[in-house]
C-alpha cells in the first residue's frame, strides 16, 4: 500500500536537507509554475462557469513516487483524494465478459487490434439522461475503470432511488444538485412571479452539475455530457476534462429554433434546444497528463502492446523488409494497404451533415504550426 504524504517547500538549504530525510514513498509536486492568468472553471459561489485560459496556465499538481522499484521512477498520478475508496454499489453494475473484452466482435473476429488481457472489470450502469426530477444529494465521488471522467453516486431526496452520473469537476460528496429536464418546478416559478424571467431563472438553476435542457443555458458557459436529439442522453464531451462552449441560440418566432455549441475540437455544430447538458467541466481534468510509469500497467488497462510496420519482416506489413529503417518509399498504410493519414475519402458532398455549422480542423497527418 502507497502511503503518501506531505511535502513541504523549503526555503533554505538547510531545512531541504533536513526534510531529505524525512521523504516519504509518495510526494506530490507541481509540474508547471502557477500563473496569475491561471481561471477559475467556477464561481466562487457555485454558479455556472467562467472562460477557461490556456492549459500550459493553469496549475497542475501530480503525485509522484521514490524510485524504490523502476517502475516508480516515472510514476505520475492525478492528487484524487476524495475518491470513495470501497467497491461500488453492486445493483447499479454489471460484469464485462465475454469476446468484447478482446476487441472482437460476435464471430469472434478481431475487429479492434491492440486489446485484450486485463484487470476484471465491472460496468457501471450510468444515467446520461437525468430525467428524473427534484434535488438529489451526492453521497460519494468514484473511480470508473471504464471511462477516464469519474462517477457520482446520487440519491433523490424523495424517492430514495439511487444513481451514476458522470461527476462534473470539483463536485464533492454533499452537493445538492437537480435535474430541470422535466420542465420549471412549481415553487421555483412563484418565486419569479409567474412569468418565466430568463436572467432569473438562470442564476437560479445554472449551478455545477445541475442538468438542463440546453435552451435554458446561459450563452458562453461551459457544459459537458451534451446531448442531440430531445430525447436521448448525452452524446457530447463525456471524457475527462472536456466541455462544450454555448454559442448562439437560432429563434424561430418566439421560440428557439436550434442552439449551436462550440466544442474543443473546434466544431460548431447545431443541437435540439430540449437537449440535455450538464452544467461545468467533466471531472478528473489531470488525467491528460498521467504517466503509467511500465508497461505492465498497460496491459492491467487491458491494451496490448503495438509493433511499428518497420520492424516487421515484408511478408507481415507493406512497411516491412530491407536494411535499416525503410518503408520501400510508400506511403504510410495500415496492414491492410489503407492510407494511414486519413484513409480513403468516403464522404459524398451531396449529402452533407446538417448540423454541421463549422468543421473541425483537418490536419491530415501534418503537424500543426505552434
Known amino acids: ?69 523502476p517502475g516508480l521512477r516515472h510514476l505520475k498520478r492525478p492528487i484524487n483524494d476524495h475518491l470513495w475508496k470501497g467497491r461500488p454499489l453492486v445493483k447499479l453494475t454489471i460484469p464485462k465478459t465475454g469476446q468484447g473484452k478482446g476487441g472482437r466482435n460476435n464471430t469472434g473476429q478481431v475487429t479492434v487490434r491492440h486489446r485484450g488481457g486485463g484487470h476484471k472489470r465491472r460496468i457501471r450502469i450510468v444515467d446520461y439522461k437525468r430525467f428524473a426530477p427534484g434535488e438529489h444529494v451526492v453521497e460519494r465521488i468514484e473511480y470508473d475503470p471504464n471511462r477516464s471522467a469519474h462517477l457520482a453516486l446520487i440519491t433523490n431526496s424523495k424517492t430514495q432511488e439511487k ?53 435554458m443555458v446561459p450563452l458562453g458557459t461551459q457544459v459537458f455530457n451534451v446531448g442531440s436529439k430531445s430525447n436521448g442522453g448525452g452524446v457530447f464531451c463525456r471524457s475527462a476534462g472536456t466541455y462544450a462552449t454555448v454559442i448562439s441560440k437560432e429563434e424561430a418566432g418566439n421560440k428557439i429554433k436550434d442552439v449551436i455549441v462550440r466544442l474543443q475540437s473546434g466544431e460548431m455544430r447545431k443541437v435540439s434546444p430540449d437537449a440535455c447538458c450538464t452544467v461545468g467541466v467533466a471531472s478528473n481534468p489531470q488525467s491528460h497528463f498521467k504517466q503509467l510509469g511500465k508497461a505492465g500497467r498497460s496491459r492491467w488497462l487491458g491494451i496490448r502492446p503495438t509493433v511499428r510496420g518497420v520492424a516487421m519482416n515484408a511478408a507481415d506489413h507493406p512497411h516491412g523488409g530491407g536494411r535499416g529503417k525503410s518503408k520501400g518509399n510508400v506511403h504510410p498504410v495500415s496492414p491492410w494497404g489503407v492510407p494511414a493519414k486519413g484513409g480513403y475519402k468516403t464522404r459524398r458532398k451531396r449529402n452533407p451533415n446538417k448540423y454541421l455549422v463549422q468543421e473541425r480542423e483537418r490536419n491530415q497527418g501534418k503537424r500543426k504550426p505552434r
Open 1 to 69: 500500500m502507497l502511503q503518501p504524504r506531505i511535502h513541504f517547500r523549503a526555503s533554505s538549504h538547510s531545512c531541504k536537507c533536513a526534510l531529505a530525510a524525512l521523504r516519504s514513498y509518495a510526494t506530490t509536486v507541481e509540474a508547471r509554475p502557477p500563473s496569475p492568468t491561471a481561471s477559475a472553471v467556477v464561481t466562487s459561489d457555485g454558479a455556472y462557469s467562467q472562460p477557461r485560459g490556456p492549459r500550459k496556465d493553469e496549475v497542475l499538481q501530480l503525485r509522484t513516487y521514490k524510485p524504490q522499484t
Open 163 to 215: 444513481s451514476y452520473i458522470i461527476a462534473s469537476d470539483g463536485m464533492r460528496a454533499g452537493d445538492k444538485i437537480e435535474s430541470f429536464r422535466s420542465g420549471i418546478p412549481k415553487d421555483l416559478l412563484a418565486s419569479m412571479g409567474g412569468v418565466i424571467d430568463p436572467g432569473m431563472l438562470a442564476a437560479k438553476t445554472a449551478f455545477r452539475g445541475n442538468c438542463l435542457p440546453i435552451h
